[in-house]
Each structure stands twice: as structure tokens, then as C-alpha cells.
């Protein structure tokens, strides 16, 4: 099964960027769809973006199109999430998490539940 470690959190002023690193280990990271989650205090955690496990698909959330952007770099054993134009309302703990697709290489969900492995998060603060 996969291991997910998240990195790259931080404090940031609005209108700031992050990259949030999504490492894996334990099986092979292209096998895998992975997508970015996040959970503000008091509210459902939700999701944010996708990426195929064969790299050719991505969705995002309307609230972050055109702001964050997700890649992958296999060989590197790790996924990214580019973060720019931050918001504060983009405070949260941000998790990656994993779900094998080796024949739906074109799937993607920012739905949680279908997901199987999950990283511990790290924390994005945006404040002034």
C-alpha cells in the first residue's frame, strides 16, 4: 500500500504561494491516482484536485480553477500542488491521498470517500 507525506505547508500573506510536495513510498507512485484534500477547522474536509495515475487527467474545485495547479513527477515519487493567489478562506490542514487505478489510468475524483491511503496533512495558514 501507498505511503503519503505531506510537506511544503506554512504561513503565507494573502495573495501569496505555496507548493505543497506529496511524497510517496511503500509501492509504485504511477500506479496510483492521487488527489489534494483540505479541512478547515469546524468544517467537512473537500476536495480540491485530482491527477490521473496515467497523468492525463486533472480536476479542481471551482473555488481554487485557475489558482492552484497539480502535478506529478513519478520518477521523483511525488505529487504537487501548486498554490498561488491565496486566499485566507484557503486556511486548512491539507492531506493527499491515494487510489490504485492500474486499468482507469484516465481517473480522477475529488470525492474522499473513494479514496484509500492518506497522508497526515500539513498546515496552510494565510494570514496578514
Known amino acids: 500500500q501507498l505511503q503519503l507525506v505531506e510537506s511544503g505547508g506554512g504561513l503565507v500573506q494573502p495573495g501569496g504561494s505555496l507548493r505543497l510536495s506529496c511524497a510517496a513510498s511503500?509501492?509504485?507512485?504511477?500506479?496510483?491516482?492521487i488527489g489534494w484534500f483540505r479541512q478547515a477547522p469546524g468544517k467537512e474536509r473537500e476536495g480540491l484536485s485530482c491527477?490521473?495515475?496515467?497523468?492525463?487527467?486533472?480536476s479542481y474545485r471551482d473555488s481554487v480553477k485557475g489558482r492552484f495547479s497539480i502535478s506529478r513527477d513519478n520518477a521523483k515519487t511525488t505529487v504537487y500542488l501548486q498554490m498561488n493567489n491565496l486566499k485566507l478562506e484557503d486556511t486548512a490542514v491539507y492531506y493527499c491521498?491515494?487510489?490504485?487505478?492500474?486499468?482507469?489510468?484516465?481517473?480522477?475524483?475529488?470525492?474522499?470517500?473513494?479514496?484509500?491511503?492518506w497522508g497526515q496533512g500539513t498546515q496552510v495558514t494565510v494570514s496578514s
Open positions: 491521498a491515494a487510489r490504485r487505478a492500474v486499468i482507469r489510468t484516465t481517473w480522477c475524483s475529488n470525492a474522499g470517500a473513494l479514496f484509500d491511503s
Open positions: 511503500g509501492s509504485t507512485l504511477a500506479l496510483y491516482a
Open positions: 491527477i490521473s495515475s496515467g497523468g492525463g487527467s486533472t
